[in-house]
């Protein structure tokens, strides 16, 4: 049994009977050797900036509890649906810290890397983290790494929102609104941090000796009547990127990135880079006429007329309330979320309306064309032209945690008698199996571990793909497509690896926004005139080889049994029984019987092509020179 996994207080859990068949053992030891040196010597604590733990987070206890804030920024305007709290409260930040693929690939981080959750935790259960008990190291730097794998997260999983404050919350009001510019940082360190959730968290009375901290946001009352019945701070913090690049650029903090060459490149491998994407686009940009924060996308204004941002209803924010929607492309956790938790949390429809925002900001994201000639001859090829777009992100499509994730292009040409002659980027809902064709065009980075035995980029051992993400330190494929104006094409942390794309004119150093993909379609025998032409752009959360690489792992490497803590009235799905379950495996069971992360469909469009049998009857057209006559010019 691995000792960097076992929660503090397991007794006799452990490993017990195994109602899963793992696959092969995967040993990826000697390709990753160098990795593994490098991470093993270094010590814990792995994000030393900022504000870092014992600090006491609960100062006041009141503010520390969401609940407390819905109070007054939860249920008091239905017809709109603007509450803050309510928004949050089904989001993935409002829920990072119960999300099962996150607690599955901890343990394989962990496993990889003893201690390395906690480089996890500090984002996605900062509460847990501030307060000392997701910490993988003391004050003195001595590993305590039973506290990385989540074992030592006060309350449970599984319970509400209001009225008990636990460390499942995830990214609660308190830390947004408690994070801060410092203005007088300790010395060598910097007023704020863009990456690896190095945030700095105000601890210190606002106004008089025991108000607590500061409500930090972007209004300014000055004057005005009435105050809020709580202290405040205007920050233009929170009105820019910055602040949410703290968690949406992640590095890794021990190793370097190896290019396609093999060469260290002395640059800490870049393992999430949505930020600097957004900055390398004309909507990072204030001079592109396009310019957009995160917060103008993720957050946007409500139009409704009148608006509230509390219970007083004392101000019309019309145009001016950010809404905590924070939605991007996941539709599928948070209806497991519903499926496990909805019952106790009770946080109402907030679960469905966060859903089905991820699928409008799917639907809206990019734009797809389908190009092909009016008509054929018959049993002949035709030439189809799909162009994807990336319209409207301001990053590449897709952004964010790379692993598992991926869009593709699904075509399908049919007869006139709804026969398929065609098809590439099919998917098998039942099997969850998309079909990895000749043409198939799949946007995604592939990322892997250096060989130097055989110079290159590992990414499938044994036929298995694998993803030890605490381990990637080279980029195999990045395919992703641009935002609009992208002038990162030569930063080796955010280009294209083993693709290209374009500059929007020769020199101008800024790539295009789009990809062309070209299908060959062989026209069978007997197809009935006309054929339609559909390409559907479609979007995963996560791969069936991710989900299945994570149970796999906590079976091979017999992970302990689950020891998130949970209620009492906690009842374990399907085959699943207590002290019979790993992260790994309960995620499987979830995968398995919850909709398999089914794909969505974002964007389609669709032609027609006419068969003419008399196209190319004379033989002219045809190319067939022996048909030409001698004499006609």
């Given at each position: 049994?691995?000792?960097?996994?076992?929660?503090?207080?397991?007794?006799?859990?452990?490993?017990?009977?195994?109602?899963?068949?793992?696959?092969?053992?995967?040993?990826?030891?000697?390709?990753?050797?160098?990795?593994?040196?490098?991470?093993?010597?270094?010590?814990?604590?792995?994000?030393?900036?900022?504000?870092?733990?014992?600090?006491?987070?609960?100062?006041?206890?009141?503010?520390?509890?969401?609940?407390?804030?819905?109070?007054?920024?939860?249920?008091?305007?239905?017809?709109?649906?603007?509450?803050?709290?309510?928004?949050?409260?089904?989001?993935?930040?409002?829920?990072?810290?119960?999300?099962?693929?996150?607690?599955?690939?901890?343990?394989?981080?962990?496993?990889?890397?003893?201690?390395?959750?906690?480089?996890?935790?500090?984002?996605?259960?900062?509460?847990?983290?501030?307060?000392?008990?997701?910490?993988?190291?003391?004050?003195?730097?001595?590993?305590?790494?039973?506290?990385?794998?989540?074992?030592?997260?006060?309350?449970?999983?599984?319970?509400?929102?209001?009225?008990?404050?636990?460390?499942?919350?995830?990214?609660?009001?308190?830390?947004?609104?408690?994070?801060?510019?410092?203005?007088?940082?300790?010395?060598?360190?910097?007023?704020?941090?863009?990456?690896?959730?190095?945030?700095?968290?105000?601890?210190?009375?606002?106004?008089?000796?025991?108000?607590?901290?500061?409500?930090?946001?972007?209004?300014?009352?000055?004057?005005?009547?009435?105050?809020?019945?709580?202290?405040?701070?205007?920050?233009?913090?929170?009105?820019?990127?910055?602040?949410?690049?703290?968690?949406?650029?992640?590095?890794?903090?021990?190793?370097?990135?190896?290019?396609?060459?093999?060469?260290?490149?002395?640059?800490?491998?870049?393992?999430?880079?949505?930020?600097?994407?957004?900055?390398?686009?004309?909507?990072?940009?204030?001079?592109?006429?396009?310019?957009?924060?995160?917060?103008?996308?993720?957050?946007?204004?409500?139009?409704?007329?009148?608006?509230?941002?509390?219970?007083?209803?004392?101000?019309?924010?019309?145009?001016?309330?950010?809404?905590?929607?924070?939605?991007?492309?996941?539709?599928?956790?948070?209806?497991?979320?519903?499926?496990?938790?909805?019952?106790?949390?009770?946080?109402?429809?907030?679960?469905?309306?966060?859903?089905?925002?991820?699928?409008?900001?799917?639907?809206?994201?990019?734009?797809?064309?389908?190009?092909?000639?009016?008509?054929?001859?018959?049993?002949?090829?035709?030439?189809?032209?799909?162009?994807?777009?990336?319209?409207?992100?301001?990053?590449?499509?897709?952004?964010?945690?790379?692993?598992?994730?991926?869009?593709?292009?699904?075509?399908?040409?049919?007869?006139?008698?709804?026969?398929?002659?065609?098809?590439?980027?099919?998917?098998?809902?039942?099997?969850?199996?998309?079909?990895?064709?000749?043409?198939?065009?799949?946007?995604?980075?592939?990322?892997?571990?250096?060989?130097?035995?055989?110079?290159?980029?590992?990414?499938?051992?044994?036929?298995?793909e694998q993803f030890h993400f605490v381990l990637a330190n080279c980029i195999l494929s990045d395919n992703r497509i641009p935002p609009l104006g992208f002038t990162g094409g030569t930063d080796i942390e955010t280009q294209p690896v083993a693709y290209t794309y374009p500059e929007t004119s020769p020199g101008s150093g800024v790539l295009v926004n789009y990809d062309d993909t070209t299908y060959t379609v062989p026209i069978p025998p007997?197809?009935?005139?006309?054929?339609?032409?559909?390409?559907?752009?479609?979007?995963?959360?996560?791969?069936?080889?991710?989900?299945?690489?994570?149970?796999?792992?906590?079976?091979?490497?017999?992970?302990?049994?689950?020891?998130?803590?949970?209620?009492?009235?906690?009842?374990?799905?399907?085959?699943?029984?207590?002290?019979?379950?790993?992260?790994?495996?309960?995620?499987?069971?979830?995968?398995?019987?919850?909709?398999?992360?089914?794909?969505?469909?974002?964007?389609?469009?669709?032609?027609?092509?006419?068969?003419?049998?008399?196209?190319?009857?004379?033989?002219?057209e045809s190319g067939n020179t022996s048909e030409w006559s001698s004499t006609t010019p």
């Open positions: 049994m691995n000792p960097m996994n076992t929660c503090p207080d397991s007794g006799e859990r452990g490993r017990r009977s195994r109602w899963l068949t793992a696959g092969p053992t995967i040993t990826i030891a000697a390709l990753a050797q160098i990795a593994i040196v490098a991470v093993l010597f270094a010590a814990p604590p792995f994000t030393p900036n900022a504000t870092q733990p014992t600090i006491n987070f609960a100062l006041n206890h009141a503010y520390a509890n969401p609940g407390n804030c819905q109070s007054c920024h939860g249920g008091y305007d239905a017809t709109n649906d603007v509450e803050p709290f309510d928004l949050w409260s089904g989001t993935m930040m409002g829920n990072s810290n119960r999300d099962p693929i996150f607690w599955a690939a901890l343990d394989v981080a962990n496993n990889d890397v003893p201690g390395s959750g906690e480089f996890c935790l500090r984002c996605h259960a900062p509460k847990a983290w501030l307060e000392g008990r997701a910490s993988a190291g003391d004050d003195m730097g001595t590993p305590t790494v039973g506290d990385a794998d989540g074992c030592s997260l006060q309350g449970n999983i599984d319970e509400g929102m209001v009225g008990v404050a636990n460390d499942f919350e995830g990214v609660t009001c308190a830390l947004c609104h408690r994070m801060m510019e410092n203005d007088s940082p300790p010395p060598g360190e910097s007023n704020f941090y863009i990456e690896n959730a190095e945030y700095w968290i105000d601890d210190e009375d606002c106004g008089a000796p025991g108000s607590g901290p500061c409500r930090r946001g972007p209004y300014d009352y000055g004057g005005a009547d009435p105050q809020p019945p709580h202290e405040w701070a205007f920050s233009t913090y929170h009105q820019g990127s910055e602040m949410c690049a703290t968690c949406h650029n992640v590095t890794n903090p021990l190793l370097n990135l190896i290019d396609e060459n093999g060469n260290d490149t002395g640059i800490l491998y870049p393992v999430e880079r949505t930020y600097t994407e957004w900055t390398q686009s004309d909507y990072g940009s204030q001079s592109s006429g396009s310019f957009l924060t995160c917060q103008n996308c993720h957050m946007p204004d409500s139009t409704e007329d009148p608006v509230y941002a509390c219970v007083f209803q004392t101000t019309n924010r019309t145009g001016d309330l950010p809404q905590h929607h924070f939605v991007g492309g996941n539709t599928w956790i948070p209806g497991i979320l519903e499926n496990q938790y909805g019952a106790t949390i009770d946080n109402g429809t907030a679960f469905a309306d966060t859903t089905a925002r991820a699928q409008a900001m799917l639907e809206s994201a990019a734009l797809i064309s389908v190009m092909a000639p009016t008509e054929i001859e018959p049993e002949g090829t035709l030439e189809v032209d799909v162009r994807v777009t990336n319209s409207l992100t301001g990053h590449k499509l897709p952004t964010g945690y790379t692993e598992g994730r991926r869009m593709w292009i699904h075509l399908e040409v049919v007869d006139a008698l709804d026969t398929v002659v065609f098809e590439s980027g099919a998917y098998d809902p039942v099997t969850a199996v998309l079909t990895k064709d000749s043409q198939v065009k799949i946007y995604e980075t592939i990322r892997g571990t250096w060989n130097p035995t055989d110079d290159e980029c590992v990414h499938t051992v044994n036929d298995v007997g197809a009935a005139t006309p054929l339609t032409v559909n390409a559907t752009l479609r979007y995963q959360t996560s791969s069936k080889e991710y989900i299945e690489f994570l149970r796999d792992e906590a079976i091979n490497n017999n992970f302990d049994d689950d020891c998130t803590p949970r209620s009492s009235s906690f009842t374990w799905p399907g085959a699943l029984g207590v002290g019979d379950r790993s992260r790994g495996e309960y995620l499987y069971w979830l995968w398995d019987n919850i909709d398999k992360s089914t794909p969505v469909d974002m964007v389609d469009h669709s032609v027609q092509v006419v068969i003419d049998p008399t196209l190319f009857a004379d033989g002219f």
